[in-house]
């Protein structure tokens, strides 16, 4: 999976219904420092957040919204979970590459 630069929630949109039913590692930053991985699916995208249902112990899932503007940010972070390669480079990191 190509890592894909974004700088505009737009791009992340498009982005992500195309992968739709794909699945992903998502990696969250809570606050405080508590970090949060999991393991889920892409399972819906809406104008202002994207779903992702996420395996949680025994086999259960619960479903997780997440907002595009905090992948945007790096708040939360897509990965590739064949590859563990980033799915978007966060709007950060770009600005200090340049």
């Known amino acids: 999976m190509e890592e894909m630069e974004v700088n505009h929630v737009d ?8 992968m739709v039913g794909d699945r992903v ?3 969250a ?5 508590r970090v949060v991985e999991r393991m889920g699916t892409i399972k819906s995208v ?14 259960r899932k619960s479903r997780q919204s997440y907002q595009y503007i905090d992948v945007l940010t790096g708040q939360v972070e897509l990965f590739d979970p064949e ?12 600005l200090e590459e340049h």
């Not at 791009?11 to 195309?18: A, G, M, Q, R």
């Not at 590859?83 to 770009?94: D, R, V, Y």
């Open 25 to 27: 590692k998502v990696k």
């Open 46 to 59: 809406h104008p202002a957040v994207f779903i992702v249902e996420v395996d949680e112990r025994r086999g």
């Open 83 to 94: 590859s563990g390669e980033h799915i978007f480079t966060p709007l950060g990191n770009q």
């Open 29 to 33: 930053n809570m606050g405080r420092t």
């Open 11 to 18: 791009d992340i949109h498009e982005k992500l219904t195309d």
